[in-house]
């Protein structure tokens, strides 16, 4: 599968933005989905993930209440809406599929998007 992420930018802090990937080929319903992200010099971390179904959804302590994420397996998307930006979530932020499992650490990933750069300053 190929993902291309797009919707990043520059936001004031407080601010909303929605990140989308969209998934080719026809098998995306078969992949648990996630966004990873990575900061200048830091390591790439966990963000939040989806099951197939869209049943239950995983997030980072850090932005658990802030973002959300959600699929949309008939347009092959996935998206994560993130409200209440802060500094500390500037990064790039990927998308991911896995056709096993739920991962929290990017090591054992199957595929990875490109990135999009989110910047979160006034």
């Known amino acids: 599968v190929q993902l291309q992420a797009s919707g990043g930018g520059l936001v004031q802090p407080g601010g909303s933005l929605r990140l989308s990937c969209l998934a080719s080929?026809?098998?995306?319903?078969?992949?648990?989905m996630h966004w990873f992200r990575q900061a200048p010099g830091k390591e790439r971390e966990f963000v939040a993930a989806?099951?197939?179904?869209?049943?239950?959804?995983y997030y980072a302590d850090s932005v658990k209440g802030r973002f959300t994420i959600s699929r949309d397996n008939a347009k092959n998307t996935v998206y994560l809406q993130m409200n209440s930006l802060k500094p500390e979530d500037t990064a790039v932020y990927y998308c991911?599929?896995?056709?096993?499992?739920?991962?929290?650490?990017?090591?054992?990933?199957?595929?990875w998007g490109q990135g999009t750069l989110v910047t979160v300053s006034s």
């Open positions: 991911a599929a896995d056709l096993t499992a739920i991962l929290t650490m990017p090591t054992y990933i199957d595929y």
């Open positions: 989806i099951r197939r179904s869209g049943s239950s959804t």
């Open positions: 080929g026809r098998t995306f319903s078969s992949y648990r």
